[in-house]
């Protein structure tokens, strides 16, 4: 059983570039692990150290101003290869959710099967987020799954996103597929009999 997701608070990390690739997320020489655990410090890996290893201080990652499980990003976040290292790298790195106004839809379901939410909003929601987050960088945002909705707490503004109804259900229970599956294994078995 993962943690469960129902409402959740929290600063952000403002990151506003467009078409931030998988490649860009976790590089490709990172891939050889298959445990999901420490991908998290190579999160972003080029932007945020140089070739000698030194952390780059310009880097919102490297820059203690910001901090937070919500990372707001530009449009277009996931795009490029369908690694599900990227999603690795985001959850253990410690973020919960990713607010963009588009999503690669693979990564985004990758992100949703690694129990981070990813939240699709307006431009306008999201230039008005960033803005908010330069203004102060301690604002608040509120991700309340079971309504839909994220709220900007330094303007009050809400906006509602969509989610599949099964993805919001294991999310909200926290189950993966397995988790799922075993959790009705009564139902599946009750089915298969009355097959018979």
Same mark, same amino acid.
């Given at each position: 059983?993962?943690q469960?997701?129902?409402?959740?608070?929290?600063t952000?990390v403002?990151l506003p *570039?467009e @078409?931030?690739?998988?490649?860009q997320?976790i590089?490709a020489r &990172? $891939?050889?692990?298959?445990?999901?655990?420490?991908?998290?410090?190579n999160?972003?890996?080029?932007w945020r150290y140089d070739k000698?290893?030194?952390?780059?201080?310009s880097?919102?990652?490297?820059d203690p101003?910001?901090?937070?499980q919500?990372l707001?990003?530009?449009?277009?976040f996931g795009?490029?290869?369908?690694?599900?290292?990227?999603?690795?790298?985001?959850a253990d790195y410690g973020?919960?959710?990713?607010v963009?106004?588009?999503?690669?839809d693979i990564?985004?379901?990758?992100? *949703?099967? @690694?129990?981070?939410l990813p939240v699709?909003?307006?431009?306008? &929601? $999201?230039?008005?987020?960033?803005?908010?987050?330069?203004?102060?960088p301690?604002?608040e945002?509120?991700?309340?799954?079971?309504?839909?909705?994220?709220?900007?707490?330094?303007?009050?503004?809400?906006e509602?996103?969509e989610i599949?109804?099964?993805?919001?259900?294991?999310?909200?229970?926290g189950?993966d597929?397995?988790d799922?599956?075993?959790?009705?294994?009564?139902k599946?078995?009750?089915?298969?009999a009355?097959r018979?």
């Amino acid at each position: 059983m993962k943690q469960k997701f129902d409402i959740r608070t929290s600063t952000c990390v403002p990151l506003p *570039l467009e @078409n931030v690739d998988t490649d860009q997320i976790i590089p490709a020489r &990172f $891939l050889k692990a298959t445990d999901k655990k420490g991908f998290g410090e190579n999160l972003f890996r080029d932007w945020r150290y140089d070739k000698q290893g030194n952390k780059i201080d310009s880097f919102v990652l490297n820059d203690p101003t910001y901090g937070g499980q919500v990372l707001v990003a530009g449009k277009n976040f996931g795009s490029g290869s369908s690694r599900e290292h990227a999603a690795w790298a985001i959850a253990d790195y410690g973020f919960r959710v990713v607010v963009s106004s588009f999503f690669a839809d693979i990564h985004k379901n990758n992100e *949703l099967n @690694n129990f981070v939410l990813p939240v699709v909003v307006s431009e306008a &929601f $999201l230039a008005e987020l960033f803005d908010s987050i330069y203004a102060d960088p301690k604002m608040e945002v509120e991700v309340n799954l079971p309504a839909q909705t994220i709220t900007n707490k330094a303007t009050g503004r809400t906006e509602y996103f969509e989610i599949n109804a099964y993805k919001k259900d294991s999310l909200v229970n926290g189950l993966d597929d397995i988790d799922y599956l075993l959790s009705n294994k009564e139902k599946i078995e009750a089915f298969e009999a009355n097959r018979k």
